[in-house]
């Protein structure tokens, strides 16, 4: 147990619909990482929060996908106008000691 | 740039001992991790090299060589459930103090035989 719980685990989509993702962290982290991937892949960074505050976003994160964090604790992640490029896990990721992440199970979307 | 680079696929027999290897050229470098992620699951922690040489837990050990870009995953005792992907990661920090930055590479599909 990693202490990170995502929610849903598995959501198909259409193509064109939004589609939002949370991630909790048990207990509270200042540091929660969002990453994407896709099959044959390793993950890839997508936006990085240190407590509410978002710092970092990757150019893989168009303007069609949004973060939040609102209090510092649970982040959401959110698609809109899905497209079939959108499949992908979508992961969330708490820092614990030095810098090791630690992944929560993972939301898997698949786009039809 | 980042580039990290580790064989696509391998086999070997239950019982016996894997050598996973990876290299990488980054441009910032705190640390090196492993992760083992099974089928359908999320990656899984296994070790994190910050210092040159060996880290040794369990049948898992990990090498590091910063001036040749260079690590290796060493898996002794090979089971069943080893089969999985082993994914290299380079630690890079961010600008903020105490925040890094994951760079993985393609992942390592390791199938173990009977």
């Known amino acids: 147990d990693t202490g990170v719980s995502q929610d849903p685990r598995h959501k198909i989509t259409k193509r064109g619909q939004n589609v939002t993702f949370r991630c909790d962290p048990i207990?509270?982290?200042?540091?929660l990482y969002w990453y994407r991937q896709t099959l044959g892949q390793g993950p890839e960074f997508l936006t990085y929060?240190?407590?509410?505050?978002?710092?970092?976003k990757s150019r893989l994160l168009s303007d069609r996908f949004s973060a939040e964090r609102p209090k510092g604790s649970f982040s959401t992640l959110e698609i809109q106008r899905t497209e079939q490029g959108d499949s992908a896990m979508y992961l969330c990721?708490?820092?614990?000691?030095?810098?090791?992440?630690?992944f929560g199970p993972g939301t898997r979307l698949t786009v039809l | 740039g980042q580039n990290i680079d580790q064989p696509t696929e391998m086999t070997a027999t239950e019982g016996a001992i894997v050598q996973i290897n990876c290299t990488y050229q980054?441009?910032?470098?705190?640390?090196l991790f492993w992760y083992q992620q099974h089928a359908g699951e999320a990656p899984t922690f296994l070790s994190y090299?910050?210092?040159?040489g060996l880290e040794e837990k369990g049948r898992f050990s990990s090498f590091l060589s910063r001036s040749k870009g260079y690590s290796y995953l060493l898996l002794k005792e090979l089971q069943m459930k080893d089969s999985a992907s082993y994914l290299c990661?380079?630690?890079?920090?961010?600008?903020?103090?105490?925040?890094?930055?994951?760079?993985f590479g393609k992942g390592t599909k390791l199938s173990v035989i009977p």
């Open positions: 990721a708490i820092q614990l000691r030095a810098d090791t992440q630690y």
């Open positions: 207990s509270e982290h200042n540091r």
């Open positions: 929060f240190q407590n509410e505050a978002q710092l970092e």
């Open positions: 980054t441009s910032g470098f705190n640390g």
């Open positions: 090299n910050v210092l040159d």
């Open positions: 990661a380079v630690s890079r920090p961010y600008s903020g103090a105490g925040s890094y930055q994951l760079t």
